[in-house]
């Protein structure tokens, strides 16, 4: 859990961080979404690959490899002087967080049983949003005027910007999570050794792809949270641009409220912890229906602390409902292929919701689409997309109801 901290902790701050070099590089507006679609496209890309990397040696070896990747691309970010070089070396930090988070989910299942799951993704949820409220918060301190005269007035060498003293800063949170992953206990899980054929790995992870979306269970709970992480990113930059037109707010306040947001978050996390066992971890799906028309309410926010409980509320609801979702698809990818393979299964398909959500964003952004049209359409496809979720978990419950009542009276025959 520390790891963990330490490294979301960067990299939330290294996003508010990464959109102000973008400003600075007078890049458009557009290409702003455009850096969280290049740091989930390895998560889609390499998915077949870092699965079995996961469960090829001990996670946190894994993790510790994984963090020195972002501290990588952090030094490449430091020395870039183009919209678009920045946006690769922010790619290469998504390259380590993909690697990463195999691993720091499928430890879970090694450690603990099944019904402690629930908890311990509570427990997890919770500190990673206390990792993104607080890096969020550090994010925008450090591009803070005021802040980054004091950065500067150090005269490092090679710190001309506020950017560059505040990629150095990153760089040690990602140091610190990088000697924390060396401190990990070995689980004692047999490790397979990584097959090097891309053939055999791709077909492998097809495989479980399929055997994911065909488990009854599986296929609800991974609609579910490839919903919840698309809306999530997409939302990240719609509150940045929202703050902007309804509050009047700068980058660095307006990265203030996305972590308003996580507060929400890890309080339904932790509530959800409590409240739900794993058994009736399907029964939360009506809260992601709410929550879609809560995001629609934020068009009529003009004061701070009106937009504050809007955006705990909405922060609250997705909490409560996806981390149910969470435990309840890494229990049903744990008996089904091992730990790794199904968190880069779940990956994959999450991500691949984020590149299509941010992509549609984009777009919208590029055709001059005002913001409150957007969070309308947002909202509706949050909700409708919810709405057929439900639908389609109560259809695969009447068919199993209904094979359960034949095989009855079969055997009463």
């Known amino acids: 859990m520390g790891a963990q901290f330490f490294s979301s902790l960067a990299d939330n701050a290294l996003l508010v961080v990464a959109i102000a070099l973008l400003i600075d590089l007078h890049a458009p ?21 870092v699965g079995a990397f996961a469960d090829s040696m001990a996670k946190g070896r894994v993790m510790f490899i994984s963090n020195s990747i972002k501290i990588v691309g952090c030094i490449l970010l430091f020395f870039a002087a183009h919209q678009f070089s920045a946006l690769g070396a922010y790619a290469v930090v998504g390259l380590g967080a993909a690697a990463y988070s195999p691993a720091k989910y499928g430890i879970l299942t090694e450690l603990l049983p099944p019904e402690k799951l629930v908890i311990a993704n509570g427990w997890m949820e919770g500190l990673t949003v206390a990792s993104i409220v607080l890096g969020t918060v550090i994010g925008g301190l450090l591009i803070t005027p005021s802040v980054a005269a004091v950065l500067l007035s150090l005269d490092l060498p090679l710190i001309k910007t506020a950017v560059d003293a505040s990629i150095i800063i990153i760089m040690l949170f990602y140091g610190i999570a990088a000697v924390t992953n060396l ?18 790995l791709f077909h492998d992870f097809v495989h479980c792809v399929k055997l994911l979306w065909f488990d009854k269970l599986g296929q609800i709970s991974l609609a579910v949270t490839t919903l919840f992480w698309g809306a999530g990113a997409t939302l990240q930059f719609i509150v940045l641009k929202w703050a902007e037109a309804a509050l009047g707010y700068a ?5 203030l409220l996305q972590g308003v947001v996580a507060v ?15 058994r009736r971890s399907l029964d939360v799906i009506p809260l992601g229906i709410i929550m879609g028309i809560v995001v629609i309410l934020m068009i009529t926010a003009r004061d701070l602390w009106i937009s504050v409980v809007l955006l705990i509320s909405i922060g609250g609801l997705a909490g409560f409902f996806v981390v149910p979702m969470n435990a309840l698809l890494q229990h049903r990818g744990h008996i089904l ?21 941010l992509s549609l964003y984009a ?21 409708i997309t919810m709405i057929v979720v439900r639908k389609w978990h109560l259809n695969n419950q009447s068919k199993q109801d209904s094979l359960h009542l034949i095989g009855m009276q079969k055997r009463q025959f």
């Open 29 to 49: 507006a557009y290409l702003t979404p455009m850096l969280k679609f290049v740091f989930v496209l390895f998560y889609v890309l390499l998915a077949p690959l």
């Open 183 to 200: 401190f990990i206990p070995d689980t004692g899980i047999d490790h397979r050794i990584l097959k090097k054929n891309p053939i055999f």
């Open 251 to 255: 980058l660095n306040q307006a990265a």
């Open 264 to 278: 929400g978050i890890a309080l339904g996390a932790v509530l959800a912890a409590k409240l739900v066992s794993l």
């Open 337 to 357: 292929m091992g730990a790794g393979h199904s968190i880069a299964v779940q990956n994959f398909n999450e991500n691949l919701g984020i590149l299509t959500m």
């Open 363 to 383: 777009l919208l952004i590029w055709f001059d689409v005002h913001i409150y049209t957007v969070i309308i359409l947002f909202g509706l496809f949050v909700s």
